[in-house]
């Protein structure tokens, strides 16, 4: 048996053993047994497909739990855009827009959005429009906690400066579209991510 066939064989050993430990971590963060299992069973393959990131000595609890609650939280960004909407609660809740210019000030942020270099635009979209935390957006990204926290302050100093000169470049895309186009623009980082 080669060194590498008994790491891989170690490896698939120990994270057979921490099943119940990230079933009941899915279930405990879900409050359902059936969802936290599938929540489990999806870490499981994340952590399978990503086992070369993986540094043997290091705690494979602690990252297996990672990813689980990294899945958890993704699956809950994407969910509050594609869950059933109650008609009765939608009355209850929903507020007509007083701002007639909201559309407009969306596009422009959008535009402005586009003057970052691309680096900054996107550590500020993710965090920003897609509510991820810093330590994601350094995963999803590759770049180190502070690179990712720096990017972000540069960029909020930047669109503060492109604001106050009103140097906003134009395009052609219509105002209604802004927020699909920033959601796109969320959803092509995820992807490029994954």
């Known amino acids: 048996m080669t060194n590498q066939t008994s790491a891989q064989t170690a490896f698939e050993r120990e994270l057979v053993s921490l099943i119940p430990h990230l079933?009941?971590?899915?279930?405990?963060?879900?409050?359902?047994?059936?969802?936290?299992d599938d929540l489990a069973q999806d870490a499981l393959a994340k952590a399978l497909a990503s086992r070369a990131?993986?540094?043997?000595?290091?705690?494979?609890?602690?990252?297996?739990?990672?990813i689980l609650r990294n899945v958890f939280y993704s699956e809950k960004r994407r969910s509050w855009r594609s869950?059933?909407?109650?008609?009765?609660?939608?009355?209850?809740t929903l507020v007509s827009n007083?701002?007639?210019t909201a559309a407009l000030e969306l596009d422009e942020m959008r535009r402005a959005l586009d003057m970052l270099p691309?680096?900054?635009?996107?550590?500020?979209?993710?965090?920003?429009?897609?509510?991820?935390?810093?330590?994601e957006v350094a995963e999803v990204t590759g770049a180190a906690l502070?690179?990712?926290?720096?990017?972000?302050?540069?960029?909020?100093?930047?669109?503060?400066?492109?604001?106050?000169?009103?140097?906003?470049?134009?395009?052609?895309?219509?105002?209604?579209?802004?927020?699909?186009?920033?959601?796109?623009?969320?959803?092509?980082?995820?992807?490029r991510a994954a």
């Open 83 to 92: 869950c059933a909407l109650d008609p009765e609660v939608a009355e209850r």
């Open 146 to 191: 502070g690179t990712i926290k720096s990017r972000v302050s540069r960029a909020r100093d930047r669109l503060a400066l492109i604001f106050a000169e009103g140097k906003i470049d134009e395009d052609e895309m219509p105002a209604h579209a802004a927020m699909a186009a920033i959601f796109q623009r969320i959803d092509d980082y995820r992807a």
């Open 53 to 66: 990131s993986f540094q043997p000595g290091t705690n494979m609890k602690a990252w297996t739990f990672m």
């Open 98 to 100: 007083s701002n007639p």
């Open 118 to 135: 691309a680096d900054q635009r996107e550590a500020l979209i993710l965090i920003g429009a897609a509510g991820m935390s810093y330590e």
């Open 23 to 36: 079933r009941a971590f899915g279930r405990s963060l879900t409050g359902n047994a059936s969802h936290g």
